[in-house]
């Protein structure tokens, strides 16, 4: 009796913590909600139907960087917080095939690097000015984080 009371309670805790997987409508979460929200209005059109286009390389480095626009220490964005318009430009258009592989060491902000050929189109941040780097990406920089700048 009193394992049948242990399965029965074992099973209403099953039971509520299962998602069932047939017929659950789930609404779908906008992947580009938030930087389409942290980029200038006049870009967000365009960005959303690049971001929307037919798959191909340079789509593959800008979903990248879409979807994580700032490094994980730095999320969630200040409110407020914007992505400069000179760096939304270039990844619009970018000049040459790159990769997000650097990112600002105050504020966080994602920045491109050249794929094919060693190219820094943002050496410094776009936003506050500090160095920018691959290990930004893991950690602040202690010398740039003094300022306490966020992108924008
Ligand atoms: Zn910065």
Same mark, same amino acid.
């Not at 105050?106 to 000015?129: E, I, M, Q």
């Given at each position: 009796?009193? %394992? ?8 209403? $805790? ?20 938030? $930087?389409?929200s942290l980029v200038p209005a006049e870009f967000r059109g365009a960005l959303a139907a690049k971001l929307g286009g037919p798959?191909?390389a340079d789509l593959e480095a800008l979903t990248s960087w879409a979807a994580a626009p700032v490094a994980p220490w730095a ?57 920018? %780097? ?19």
């Amino acid at each position: 009796m009193r %394992s049948t009371a242990r399965v029965a309670r074992l099973e209403s $805790i099953v039971a509520r913590s299962v998602v069932p997987s047939v017929g659950a409508a789930v609404p779908a979460r906008d992947p580009w909600a938030e $930087i389409l929200s942290l980029v200038p209005a006049e870009f967000r059109g365009a960005l959303a139907a690049k971001l929307g286009g037919p798959y191909d390389a340079d789509l593959e480095a800008l979903t990248s960087w879409a979807a994580a626009p700032v490094a994980p220490w730095a999320r969630p964005p200040a409110a407020g917080v914007q992505v400069p318009e000179a760096l939304v430009a270039w990844v619009l258009d970018p000049p040459h095939r790159y990769w997000v592989g650097h990112h600002c060491g105050a504020c966080g902000l994602a920045v491109p690097v050249g794929l094919d050929r060693p190219a820094r189109p943002f050496p410094t941040c776009p936003a506050c000015g500090k160095p920018t %780097s691959f290990a930004a990406y893991y950690r602040p920089d202690p010398e740039a984080k003094e300022c306490g700048s966020q992108p924008g």
